[in-house]
């Protein structure tokens, strides 16, 4: 018996020493173990680093901060919010920051809550709304410049752009917004990418909550406790430095095998596309309603993206193997969109920007959907542009004052 507890505490003392091993290598050499021929901060400092400073607008001294703050911002992730799933974690950094309140900053930001002395304009989107890219770039930023000057009262943008949200997100967060009293003067919501990646309906995090609920349901059962919790367990030795390294070995060999494999595009059936924008027409729909209801005027963006009316020979930072990774989708989603908006005018308060690429012979995406500055500029300026030809920015009547500098933070 004295002999097994010897090789036990032997085993204990193999074990730390192993994981000791296993951390020094995970903080010594953080690119061998993070980095993979997938991951676009690889391409961007490799194939299509010659583009890359240009493309975010960024110095050579800038690249590494703001690399390591998007890297950092990916590791904190998401937390949770009511009703919509998630959020991004706050950060604050040089070149990249999320605020507290569930927006992302532009130069020259406005208070929050923002006060009634400012023509208020929630933005809201995906990842392309947020932007890849530092803080002063992207739609939001370049649109508050643009509307410099347009209404009476200073334009004040608030980038409600999230990744991975869709339409029916959208829409729950800018209900939450109101019902709490953050009523904007305006709403510009930016959708088309992710509505049809998203064609079932199912956030992102769809599968970590429906298996969560699963574990909360199946503990509940074993009422006596008899049964051990092996999750947890198995939590613990996953998060142990060995494992973790494993595992990311693993991961980079399947992923350079992968590199040999022929994607197969993601297909969209005509009937399925009906059914995402019929969607998004309810969410639009359910939008413009509490618009009303507020006296704020709702305005819908039909944005860019790569897979409709832009010629992929441009698309430099397309992924080699994977094209357009399942966005293929929009594109197919797209061309039964035109054909409603054609059929079934929008009105001005709908702006149709997928044409906006169309004659553009040149790099637009930084991966594969997410636009560089330049773009990014371009399409502020069309929707700029289009809320001041069409008078969108006069006021319309409030039938109630909005009390959101006394609403709780």
Not at 53 to 76: D, I, K, N
Not at 111 to 132: K, L, N, V
Not at 207 to 222: N, P, V
Not at 313 to 320: K, S, V
Request: glycine letters at 8%.
């Amino acid at each position: 018996m004295a002999q097994i507890g010897i090789y036990i505490v032997y085993l204990i003392v193999a074990l730390m020493f192993l994981n000791g091993a296993a951390l020094a290598v995970l903080a010594a050499m953080p690119r061998f173990v993070q980095d993979d021929p997938n991951d676009i901060f690889s391409r961007l400092n490799g194939s299509l680093k010659a583009h890359a400073l240009g493309w975010f607008r960024l110095s050579a001294e800038q690249w590494p901060v703001y690399e390591a703050e998007t890297r950092l911002m990916h590791r904190f992730g998401y937390v949770y919010e009511p009703f919509v799933e998630f959020r991004h974690s706050p950060v604050t950094g040089i070149t990249l920051n999320m605020s507290e309140h569930g927006f992302r900053p532009v130069m020259e930001q406005g208070p929050w809550p923002p006060p009634s002395d400012q023509y208020t304009i929630f933005f809201f989107g995906g990842s392309t709304a947020m932007h890849f890219g530092p803080d002063w770039t992207g739609i939001a930023n370049r649109l508050q410049d643009a509307l410099a000057g347009s209404t009476k009262k200073q334009v004040k943008i608030y980038n409600f752009g999230r990744g991975a949200y869709f339409s029916s997100q959208e829409a729950l967060l800018y209900l939450d917004l109101v019902c709490r009293g953050y009523i904007p003067n305006m709403a510009i919501f930016l959708d088309g990418l992710n509505d049809f990646y998203f064609h079932d309906g199912v956030p992102a995090t769809g599968a970590i909550f429906r298996d969560a609920l699963r574990r909360h349901a199946r503990s509940g059962l074993d009422e006596t406790g008899s049964r051990p919790n092996w999750h947890a367990l198995r939590m613990f030795w996953n998060s142990l430095p060995v494992p973790r390294l494993i595992d990311r070995l693993i991961d980079r060999h399947l992923t350079r095998t992968e590199q040999t494999a022929v994607y197969r595009t993601e297909s969209l059936t005509p009937m399925a596309a009906d059914a995402v924008i019929r969607r998004y027409l309810f969410n639009k729909n359910v939008i413009e309603r509490v618009s009303e209801e507020n006296g704020t005027r709702a305005v819908f963006v039909w944005q860019p993206v790569p897979g409709y009316r832009y010629d992929l020979r441009h698309h430099i930072a397309m992924h080699p193997t994977q094209g357009l990774c399942g966005h293929e989708r929009s594109g197919m989603g797209y061309a039964r969109m035109a054909e409603w908006v054609a059929a079934s005018p929008m009105g001005d308060t709908f702006i149709w920007l997928a044409d906006l690429q169309d004659e553009r012979a040149e790099p637009l995406y930084v991966d594969a959907v997410h636009y560089t500055a330049a773009f990014a500029d371009a399409i502020a300026d069309a929707i700029a542009q289009a809320l001041v030809s069409r008078g969108l920015l006069a006021p319309s009547p409030r039938p109630r004052v909005s009390d959101s500098e006394t609403a709780p933070t």
